[in-house]
């Protein structure tokens, strides 16, 4: 399977539904600076998508006006396996048969080792 394969371009109807967030928003919601939250995202501590206009990002990778701690070393899993931003946020998204959930909503609730056991099977 490919990262193609994996995560297409186009939205799902089956994803976890989320707010987008932009760059202003994240930076309010972290009390950051907007350069602050470029580095974010330079760093893959966040990952965002301009494929609908402006850099957005999920709202599901926040917890309690926080970074999810787990996301930054899945991103760099997901991102060695061949995938670019947008196809991460969309398997991040979308819900996978292997891990019983969308990854995002397994991340949230603890079970990163699982999340990147699987992300990593996907090169």
């Known amino acids: 399977m490919t990262a193609n394969d994996a995560a297409s371009t186009s939205p799902r109807h089956d994803r976890v539904a989320t707010e987008w967030l932009t760059l202003p928003e994240v930076a309010e ?3 950051e600076t907007p350069g602050r939250v470029r580095r974010l995202l330079d760093e893959k501590a966040l990952v965002g998508s301009r494929r609908e206009g402006p ?6 990778f926040f917890v309690d006006d926080e970074v999810l701690s787990s996301l930054r070393g899945t991103v760099i899993v997901l991102h060695d396996a ?4 947008d196809e991460a946020i969309d398997w991040l998204l979308t819900p996978e048969e292997s891990i019983g ?7 949230r609730a603890g079970r990163k080792a699982e999340v ?8």
């Open 29 to 31: 919601l972290l009390g």
């Open 101 to 107: 959930d969308a990854p995002i909503e397994a991340l």
């Open 55 to 60: 850099l957005r990002i999920p709202s599901v």
């Open 116 to 123: 990147r056991r699987v992300a990593q099977t996907l090169a």
């Open 82 to 85: 061949g995938f670019d931003d």
